[in-house]
């Protein structure tokens, strides 16, 4: 009797319509549409908008959601995918231009407050051939080509992409360097070193058929340890003084060196002009001296009167003076002619001969002019 009687009062209190009941009563409705607004808010949280440089692939319960290609691989649009922890989108940038810095084997410090040595842990470095120690900072350009492969050979979301193409650059370099010496490495060695790079980190890629594109490598910063910025600076200064002077010896060398063969050159035509003239006068006055003597041996008083004809005629045509005197030996039989001026294009301050008559012949003296 008593239970049921407690049965009625609960009955009377359900009925009740007190202000404490009702906001109760509320309350409960409250929670239970914020529960129902919270599920289907989560039931939709998978849905993913991706971009128009973007695809995507689903994790569901942590394999690629898709058994073909096609099916794995979403484009750019509204992607319907269940909520965590069911499903994960991974998008990933496709076809565009990606940029990567790499200072992984980069300074961290300046060279105001760098100290003596490198920690290996916090600092990275890299090692020539010559066992120097150097440090370099890197910007690497690279594109995706095929999501599911990038995806499949890194297995993660995009940023191990970037990860991943970070380690295999910084791998492949530190693998270079050794075959360089610090004095290239830190002048002419950037280019080659680069493309070096590439082709390794791109055969690499290859092998493990990443989907992944290697654009450029460049080499943006090569310095020694931070202690020694000083002394690579001075190492620059020679090198840009050196490449100077080498630049201004060439442009003397091209400004002069035309001018120096077009001298030679000059030279050499008029040796050759002047041989020819020298040869073909010898040529000439051998064959006049082989016609001359021919004659000679015919009649030889003939020559020999033309040639003193021709002797006197070149001694009185360039004389500048004629002085007239008695001979020494004979007053009566002869006279002395004093010239003065040139003879022949022969300058001298006098020049004596004598003029003898026939009859100083009988006294013995000879005639002068037989010399001829």
């Known amino acids: 009797m008593n239970k049921k009687n407690q049965e009625n009062e609960l009955v009377k209190i359900g009925k009740a319509d007190t202000p404490l009941i009702r906001t109760v009563r509320d309350a409960m409705f409250l929670v239970k549409l914020l529960l129902v607004v919270l599920a289907v808010g989560y039931f939709f949280s998978g849905i993913t908008l991706i971009e128009p440089d973007q695809t995507a692939v689903i994790y569901r319960l942590g394999r690629i959601a898709g058994s073909t290609p096609s099916e794995k691989i979403h484009e750019p649009g509204w992607l319907f995918a269940l909520p965590k922890p069911f499903d994960y989108v991974v998008r990933i940038p496709s076809g565009r231009i990606l940029q990567l810095r790499i200072r992984e084997l980069a300074a961290i410090s300046s060279p ?150 077009s001298k030679a050159e000059e030279t050499i035509n008029e040796a050759k002009s002047y041989s020819e003239q020298v040869i073909a006068k010898a040529v000439a006055d051998t064959e006049s001296f082989k016609k001359l003597l021919e004659v000679y041996k015919s009649d030889p008083d003939e020559i ?68 001829y």
Request: hydrophobic share 40%; with cysteine.
């Open 112 to 261: 105001e407050t760098a100290s003596a040595t490198i920690d290996p842990v916090k600092e990275g470095y890299c090692i020539s051939g010559d066992l120097n120690v150097f440090q370099v900072s890197m910007d690497v350009k690279f594109q995706i080509l095929d999501s599911l492969a990038a995806l499949l050979s890194f297995e993660g979301n995009g940023q191990n992409l970037f990860a991943a193409v970070n380690d295999i650059v910084v791998s492949e370099f530190v693998k270079v360097s050794a075959g360089y010496l610090i004095d290239d490495v830190l002048t002419e060695a950037k280019e080659a070193m680069a493309a070096e790079v590439k082709a390794r980190a791109e055969a690499k890629l290859a092998k493990l058929n990443a989907g992944i594109n290697l654009i450029s490598i460049e080499i943006s910063e090569v310095l020694p340890p931070s202690r020694l910025a000083s002394d690579f600076e001075d190492v620059q200064t020679a090198f840009i003084d050196s490449e100077h002077f080498v630049s201004r010896a060439q442009s003397m060398r091209s400004s002069t060196l035309p001018a120096a063969v």
């Open 304 to 371: 020999k009167m033309q040639m003193r004809s021709d002797t006197f005629s070149k001694m009185f045509k360039n004389m500048g003076g004629l002085v007239l005197a008695p001979s020494e030996k004979d007053f009566k039989s002869g006279m002395t002619l004093l010239l003065n001026g040139n003879l022949g294009g022969v300058s001298g301050n006098s020049i004596y001969t004598t003029l003898y008559s026939e009859s100083d012949e009988q006294y013995g003296y000879g005639n002068p002019l037989d010399e």
